[in-house]
């Protein structure tokens, strides 16, 4: 399975929430703190997958970490193949500087925590729960309340599962039939009878219907594993959050059904479970709350709000809006997606992609921005930590598997040493990539041609999801051949010295794109920068400079190479590529298509 593919699935979902916005760059906002470093949790010297974080009463960092985890493998062909990496299921300890202190094996991979009042801890995850002792001595456990019967809950999946492969496929069944009616009108008529333009349509036809079928099976291929009843089963168990106040525990759990998620109380011992939140929506698999002595919080990311229920699960008031220029509105496709408690009411904020954390007070009136963390881009977990005695701040990054940590401005170095790599690769290696303008150009490509313009048709990130999905945008309309064509790699790279950007292949080629240096090995002739959008880091990539005029482009997942391609520089005077045409009109086949478009059964 292709990666891409099944990464646009999950984009598309995102982008649906999205308004179009002349303006989608996060505005850049003032804020208290800075980052500094990250911590990268360990196990026996080696890297450690992290799964969520808090910190306690002394600041120290309780970390989940381990548990199996899944890693995408390149093939030559461009396709991916997946596997299954386990490690310890482990409860690890450290201080606020970093230092691993302790850490305590669990029977089950842990991916939620919090800390109760008394110092004592609750971890749950994979359908269990349990309440340790800040020594981390198990002092009770249960399974999720959510669970109930094994046998019911994989009976509710099975038909879930069911349910969700027809809904997705089924509008590919649909285009497949209706270009096998046209076929068969025009079959029943004798070919002597059949016109130049009939002959041409069933030419078309027979192109869609091959296609749609291709497509089907691609997809059916794809969400066999993403909707099998085990898959689905062990989604159901998944537990994405905990709350805990004096009183209460509260779970965050994925409903047995659909893909919602909700929420059961319960008391300190794991016991008198009730559900008190349903149809809670949550996205890319991210839901968090969290609760104070007053609420219940929920960081509703689909909604961009924050909700305050009372202990019931009754909505009580709320606060947030979708906003990308305001200081306090949420930005992003879905945002916020981690929120915290402080001891005075006060409420934090974290936003995925974005990587801003905002303080608001218990009215929901805005405070002010905290500060901006260096994560990744896409929906992603973000679990956030205030160690209030020593004013410091803390944010996951999910794809490098650590934990950013920011000081207050006066405490942070004016530049910190990922600065300084930014800014000596900038001023070296990232000469080369931009190059003069006089003798040496600043774009790369594939076949070292400029491209023309774009075809309108193919232009966009709707364009290319619909594309990948088989969707033309008109459930009656006909696609031609032509028309599906979109590549999985950027073909063309332009390197401005002011960080702009211009792209052309993926998705994002008609993007507010631009690339921002990370670090460089003068050794190895090699540098190594973001590729951003709307200002949010989704790509990175290692460039090994092989001459002035070719160089290997690895696009980066970590540090783990996901696919390389060799680039050639495009001369200064370079004219466009002849074979690359700017849209042409009035084809035999466009008016076949068009006129067909029109004809429904």
């Known amino acids: 399975m292709s990666l891409s593919r099944a990464a646009l699935l999950g984009f598309a979902v995102c982008l649906s929430a999205q308004p179009a916005s002349a303006e989608s760059k996060p505005a850049p906002f003032d804020s208290t703190h800075k980052q500094v470093r990250m911590i990268r949790p360990s196990h026996d010297g080696k890297p450690i997958g992290l799964n969520t974080f808090t910190l306690d009463r002394d600041g120290n960092i309780l970390a989940c970490v381990g548990g199996d985890k899944m890693e995408y493998l390149p093939a030559e062909d461009g396709s991916f193949t997946t596997k299954t990496i386990s490690a310890p299921k482990l409860l690890q300890k450290y201080s606020p500087d970093g230092d691993l202190l302790c850490e305590f094996e669990l029977d089950f991979k842990p991916t939620a925590i919090n800390e109760a009042a008394d110092g004592s801890i609750f971890v749950a995850g994979a359908g269990k729960v349990a309440h340790l002792s800040a020594a981390g001595k198990v002092l009770a456990s249960a399974d999720s309340p959510h669970l109930g019967d094994m046998d019911e809950l994989r009976a509710k999946v099975e038909k879930a599962a069911k349910e969700q492969m027809e809904q997705l496929t ?260 990232g000469q080369k990539l931009v190059g003069d303008g006089k003798t040496l150009s600043g774009e790369w490509s594939l076949d070292g041609k400029r491209p023309a313009k774009a075809k309108a048709g193919n232009a966009g990130v709707f364009g290319a999801i619909s594309v990948i999905l088989g969707d033309s945008g008109d459930a009656d309309a006909e696609v031609e051949d032509e028309e599906v064509v979109m590549s999985q790699d950027v073909t063309y790279f332009c390197f401005h010295a002011d960080g702009k950007m211009d792209i052309r292949g993926t998705y994002s080629e008609n993007g507010n794109n631009g690339w921002e240096p990370v670090s460089q090995d003068l050794k190895a002739n090699t540098i190594r920068f973001l590729h951003l959008e709307d200002g949010i880091s989704y790509n990175e990539y290692s460039v090994k400079l092989l001459s002035d005029d070719k160089a290997e482009f690895s696009m980066m997942y970590g540090d783990q190479v996901m696919s390389t391609k060799v680039y050639t520089r495009i001369p200064v005077e370079a004219p466009k590529d002849s074979d690359a045409v700017e849209g042409d009109s009035g084809t035999a086949d466009e008016d076949v298509a068009a006129e067909s478009a029109g004809e429904k059964e």
């Not at 192109?207 to 059916?220: G, P, S, V």
């Not at 609420?295 to 009754?314: C, H, P």
């Not at 945002?335 to 009215?363: H, Q, W």
């Open 170 to 429: 089924g509008s590919m069944k649909e285009q497949t039939e209706r270009v096998e009616k046209m076929l068969e009108k025009l079959a029943a008529k004798d070919e002597a009878e059949l016109t130049d333009r009939e002959k041409k349509r069933i030419k078309v036809l027979e192109q869609q219907k091959k296609m749609f079928c291709d497509q089907q099976e691609q997809m059916e291929e794809m969400y066999a594993d993403m909707f099998s009843v085990d898959t689905m089963l062990q989604r159901s168990m998944e537990i994405t959050s905990l709350a805990v106040n004096s009183k209460d525990l509260y779970v965050c759990c994925g409903s047995p059904e659909g893909y919602g998620y909700e929420v059961w109380r319960m008391n300190h011992e794991l016991s008198e479970p009730k559900k008190v939140v349903s149809d809670l929506g949550g996205c890319c698999g991210q839901c968090d709350i969290q609760a104070n002595e007053d609420y219940l919080v929920l960081a509703e990311n689909t909604k961009f709000q924050v909700g305050l229920l009372d202990r019931d699960g009754n909505r009580v008031s709320g606060f947030g809006s979708q906003d990308r220029t305001s200081k306090e509105g949420f930005g992003s496709c879905c945002n916020p997606m981690n929120v915290k408690c402080c001891s005075n009411g006060d409420i934090l904020t974290a936003e995925s992609s974005i990587g801003y954390i905002k303080r608001f007070n218990k009215e929901g009136e805005f405070l002010g921005t905290v500060g901006k963390a260096r994560i990744g881009g896409g929906c992603k977990h973000v679990a956030i930590g205030h160690d209030e005695k020593r004013d410091r701040y803390y944010m996951q990054y999910e794809d490098r598997n650590a934990i950013c940590v920011l000081l207050p401005r006066s405490e942070a170095p004016e530049f910190t040493e990922d600065e300084l790599l930014a800014k000596a690769a900038r001023e070296g290696l």
